[in-house]
């Protein structure tokens, strides 16, 4: 009669440590693209909040927004071009007054925002200066000088992990009504 074998032997204890391998292989993959999505979900939520921030902030501000007859102005001091670099501005924005208005408002209130989205973002001064754009739109994604009613809000950042974005330039797009 035939003794029974006790215990594993060598090919049964490689093949459950491969196993165990793979699978810790697999969460270590699983957990770094969790990271990564959850860096980019943070982002985005960065951008969609500065965008409405900007938005409310103009939309307390309608005197610097609208003229005379109650038209969306295209020269607003809130509005910047695609290419070109955000004003030049000296505010203290921790105790600044915006009780009064008008264009210095508007002014100091577009500088402060950028801190924020510097702080907020990773920003360059080149995309800062190129991706952001606040401007009159109308019913398409790009900035009109005469017709529309809407502001249009892009805001960017520099995400080079990300596949979604081009060029490791990622972009959240509001259109609203002032």
Not at 154 to 171: F, G, M, Q, T
Request: with cysteine; glycine share 8%.
């Amino acid at each position: 009669m035939r003794r029974a074998h006790r215990g594993f032997s060598m090919i049964e204890v490689l093949v459950a440590l491969l196993v165990v391998a793979v699978g810790a292989l697999g969460m270590l993959a699983l957990q770094g693209q969790a990271m990564r999505h959850s860096v980019d979900a943070n982002l985005r939520s960065n951008a969609v909040m500065l965008a409405e921030e900007l938005l409310e902030l103009m939309r307390s501000n309608r005197d610097a927004l609208f003229d005379a007859a109650g038209q969306l102005n295209g020269e607003s001091d809130y509005f910047k071009a695609e290419n070109v670099a955000f004003p030049s501005q000296s505010a203290n924005c921790a105790s600044r007054n915006r009780g009064g208005g008008g264009a210095e408002v508007a002014r100091a209130d577009l500088h402060c925002w950028r801190e924020r989205v510097e702080r907020l973002l990773p920003v360059t001064p080149a995309v800062l200066a190129r991706q952001f754009v606040v401007c009159r739109s109308g019913p398409t994604e790009t900035c009109s000088s005469g017709a529309g009613s809407l502001v249009m809000i892009r805001v960017a950042w520099v995400d080079e992990r990300s596949r979604l974005c081009n060029d490791s330039v990622c972009s959240y797009v509001l259109r609203a009504e002032p």
